[in-house]
């Protein structure tokens, strides 16, 4: 199983991070290759929440199926999913305050290819670069609406696990 995993901080509550994360409807302003997300609850809050995402990938659009496996309110959020052809994907968002302020956001994505050595070739190839670039994209997304959403003075959603 290949791993993706980057981490930064930014200057904005654990809550509000968290309040941002967990709303997956917002996925299209994190990520250029989301155009859209069905079926998603108003914020991920427990095992079995489910969505789906409308992601352009090599041209095409790509539908994946994501179901929440792991969630603890203001620490860590799993989902997993199938983007096809014999792909598993896990995807791990963690928020952790920080002692001086703010947030330190991770995003893990473990995912296993299929083809055994052949599948390890296309990683090489370009599929670990395209989901490193993801994750930071996504991270500095989430950054930036927190941001927003603080300047705003959002007030975050309760927490529910």
């Known amino acids: 199983m290949a791993r993706i995993e980057h981490t ?31 079926g998603a609850p108003e914020r991920l809050t427990k095992v079995g929440d489910t969505f789906c995402q409308v992601a352009r990938a090599a ?22 999913g199938s983007p096809g052809f014999g792909v598993h994907a896990s995807i791990t968002e963690r928020v952790r305050a920080l002692p001086a302020g703010g947030t330190a956001l991770t995003l893990e994505a473990d995912y296993a290819l299929p083809f055994g050595p052949l599948g390890k070739v296309v990683s090489k190839l370009g599929l670990d ?30 927490p529910r696990a």
Request: glycine content about 4%; hydrophobic content about 45%.
């Open 59 to 80: 041209g095409k659009n790509a539908s994946v199926q994501w179901v929440v496996t792991s969630i603890r309110a203001q620490d860590h959020l799993v989902i997993e």
């Open 8 to 38: 930064i901080e930014v200057d904005v509550p654990v809550e509000i991070v968290w309040d941002v994360w967990s709303d997956v409807r917002r996925l299209p302003e994190l990520s250029k290759s989301t155009s859209e997300v069905r």
């Open 129 to 158: 670069r395209l989901a490193m670039r993801e994750s930071c994209e996504v991270l500095d997304g989430v950054a930036r609406l927190a941001r927003k959403a603080q300047a705003a003075g959002a007030v975050p959603a309760e």
